[in-house]
């Protein structure tokens, strides 16, 4: 057989080819050395942070600490009880106003108002105002939220520095992450759901809730753990429409303190500084048990 011709010859088979096949080959590596660089030092920046709390916090967890409700003062005495009780209640509030809106308004934007994009008048207008006002209040900082509920729901409203104040404060700080959730959630159905399913005769609703909201209830489940965990951490929002009372709500017009308004209580204006830690403990063990049963539950949900 004869030998290839020079004009034919791949690149890689003379000199200068090997050298630049080399050179990439070289780079691919930098590169991935790079990248597993940058993540172990984020995962070692946050297993450093962790382990601190954990190991500053967990010889002050007890279950009279876990039982006990705070009784004030200059020396943080008592335990957690009630601000763990405040906590699920404000949570379990929030999410119940923020989750119907936020998934229905992302179904909206998504699967309706795409279709409204040629037409003329007021109703293409609301959706672009609607898009612009999601994409801006999701990087509103909470403390926004927080003097907004004050202003409404506190003053304007009389409700007061109540678990209702908060919550209504808190959903809307949440509605912009769920509704973006939802929105990226739905978009990764592939259409061929949709088109297989009004194919058989259904209508768009059916097709929706029956089809693409089952399919995309993993995202969306993703997006609610999200708004969880910042209902559970945050305190800006809550430090001006909750309240600090140390006593559990009994009504919804009653103020309260969640676990991480007890941490910036403790860690601000007491001298219980492993009593802050040991609250940071539990609101760690919190949030990675709610992630774990939550996802848990999608699972089961979508193999089904």
């Not at 006593?247 to 007890?262: E, F, I, K, V, Y």
Request: net charge positive.
């Amino acid at each position: 057989m004869s030998e290839q011709p020079d004009a034919v010859r791949s690149p890689e088979h003379g000199p200068w080819g090997r050298t630049n096949l080399a050179r990439r080959h070289l780079t691919e590596r930098a590169a991935f050395v790079l990248l597993w660089v940058a993540g172990g030092a984020a995962v070692a920046a946050l297993l450093a942070v962790v382990g601190y709390v954990l190991v500053q916090g967990i010889s002050v967890v007890s279950l009279d600490f876990l039982i006990s409700p705070p009784r004030g003062g200059l020396a943080g005495e008592g335990g957690i009880s009630t601000t763990v009780i405040t906590t699920v209640y404000l949570v379990a509030l929030t999410i119940s106003l923020a989750a119907p809106l936020g998934i229905g308004a992302g179904v909206f934007l998504v699967e309706y108002a795409g279709e409204m994009q040629g037409y003329s008048g007021l109703i293409p207008r609301v959706v672009t105002v609607a898009r612009f006002g999601v994409e801006t209040l999701a990087g509103v900082p909470s403390i926004i939220f927080g003097l907004f509920g004050y202003a409404l729901f506190v003053s304007a409203l009389h409700f007061g520095f109540s678990l209702l104040s908060a919550g209504l404060a808190g959903a809307c700080l949440i509605l912009p992450v769920i509704i973006r959730t939802t929105e990226e959630a739905l978009r990764a159905v592939p259409r061929s759901y949709r088109e297989g399913s009004l194919a058989l005769g259904t209508t768009q609703w059916q097709t929706v809730s029956s089809v693409v909201l089952p399919a995309a209830l993993p995202g969306i489940m993703t997006g609610i753990v999200l708004s969880v965990g910042r209902i559970i951490s945050e305190t800006a929002v809550f430090y001006v429409t909750l309240g600090g009372s140390s006593r559990a709500p009994t009504s919804l017009l009653d103020p309260g303190r969640t676990m991480a308004l007890h941490v910036f209580y403790l860690a601000t204006e007491t001298n219980a500084f492993q009593k802050a830690m040991a609250t940071g403990t539990i609101l760690i063990v919190s949030i990675v048990v709610i992630n774990a049963i939550i996802n848990l539950l999608t699972r089961r949900f979508t193999m089904r």
